[in-house]
Structures are given as C-alpha cells and as structure tokens.
C-alpha cells in the first residue's frame, strides 16, 4: 500500500528545508503514532529523520529532473521503514528480520517512487503558487505600510 503521506512529507522536506521538513514528519508520525502505534514514537523518530535527511538536499538537488522524485520517494520510503523497524524491534514490540524487511520495503519504495512521480509536479506547481501569493502579500503589506 503506497504512503501518500509520507510522499508529501519528503517533498514538502525537499521544498522548505530541514527544519520545516523535520518538524512535520514529526508531528505526523506523533499523530499516526496516537492513532495507530502500539511504540510511541518510533513513527514520530522515523518520519523526523527522513524529512530531515530529505531536506538538507533541498538547494542542492535539480527539482525537474525526473528521477528526483522517484529516488527521494523510494530511498526516503526505505529509509522511514528501517528506522521504524530497527525502533519498533528495540522497544521489543516487533521481531526484526532482515529479508521480510527487505521485501516489504523495497515493495513499498518502488510504489511510492512510482506514485511520487505522479504527484512530485502537481506538488511542485501547488508550492510554487504558494511561495508567489506570500512573496505578493510581503511587497503589499511593505508598499502600504510606509
């Protein structure tokens, strides 16, 4: 099952930066964390790390190339599962085993990498509307503040 979530959290990473990108896999995988974690945490740590880790490419990498968003969506994806799954096994709560891991991780960051490309230039034209609405409302509220 592809994480929808976890795609806009990496992109929205890739955009804003590291901080902004850290603090919402956070808070995120805090909310899924209440909602559904039987560790409370390990979803929280996972996605903080990932939007991190996303998030300090976000200068340096060329958004248009079409590999960009299949190969955050993928490796971010993998990356989220093995700190879930190395987090989820230190608390006790779950049995971690290198090849049903590898399986199902690599399934799902195929997935994801696939659905990212799809969502990665909708995403990118939505932020990019974004970033000109505010810069046109700091320029109307500096010419009508003098």
Do not use: H
């Not at 709560?93 to 994801?112: C, E, H, M």
């Not at 909708?122 to 009508?144: D, H, M, T």
């Amino acid at each position: 099952m592809p994480d929808l979530l976890l795609i806009f959290l990496i992109f929205l990473a890739l955009f804003r930066g590291s901080s902004k990108g850290g603090i919402a896999g956070f808070f995120v995988g805090l909310l899924e964390d209440l909602l559904v974690g039987r560790c409370l945490g390990s979803r929280a740590l996972s996605g903080f790390l990932t939007c991190y880790v996303a998030g300090v490419f976000e200068g340096k990498v060329y958004k248009e190339n079409p590999l960009v968003p299949f190969s955050f969506a993928f490796l971010g994806s993998v990356f989220y599962q093995l700190v879930f799954f190395v987090v989820q096994g230190f608390a006790g709560v779950s049995f971690f085993s290198f090849w049903p891991f590898v399986r199902y991780a690599v399934l799902q960051g195929l997935l994801n990498g696939v659905i990212g490309v799809l969502l990665f230039y909708p995403f990118s034209n939505l932020i990019q509307k974004e970033r000109r609405s505010s810069q046109f409302f700091r320029l109307y509220a500096e010419v009508f503040r003098r």
